[in-house]
């Protein structure tokens, strides 16, 4: 697959996550929803691009990232580490677009930006990125 193709899903998970840290730092009220679905939609994206390049194709059409988990895990096992963390994000791909679908307090947000930063530096995305000569995030918590 195209390196700049896989660059691109890098690119714009970094994004979200760092719109994500953005509005938490500067944004009052704190947007607790948009927060918690840009850090889903980062770990949507970092798994892509992974799959992206591990499996040499395009990644599924899919919101779910414990399938997308799933998938990664039959490209390296490492991954199955990362389940728990993408359980707890995959309900902010859709909830938090619509009032009164979902409860998101500051823990929560906080929990969602940590995980997405784990995943963000995940040993085998930490290892693309420098295959890639991206920038390696070397603290998983922001």
Not at 41 to 55: C, D, F, T
Not at 69 to 92: E, H, T
Not at 114 to 130: D, M
């Amino acid at each position: 697959m195209d390196k700049n193709f896989i660059m691109e899903w890098i690119s714009f998970a970094d994004r979200n996550l760092g719109i994500a840290s953005h509005l938490e730092k500067y944004y009052r009220p704190t947007p607790l929803e948009d927060i918690c679905f840009n850090c889903q939609q980062a770990a949507e994206k970092y798994l892509k691009g992974y799959l992206v390049y591990a499996a040499n194709s395009l990644p599924p059409k899919t919101h779910d990232l414990r399938e997308l988990c799933v998938l990664c895990v039959q490209q390296d096992k490492r991954f199955a580490q990362l389940m728990k963390a993408c359980g707890i994000l995959n309900p902010y791909s859709v909830q938090p677009r619509y009032p009164r679908e979902t409860y998101i307090d500051e823990a929560l947000m906080q929990k969602a930006l940590y995980y997405a930063a784990e995943i963000k530096s995940f040993p085998p995305l930490a290892e693309l990125r420098e295959k890639l000569g991206l920038e390696v995030p070397h603290d998983p918590h922001p």
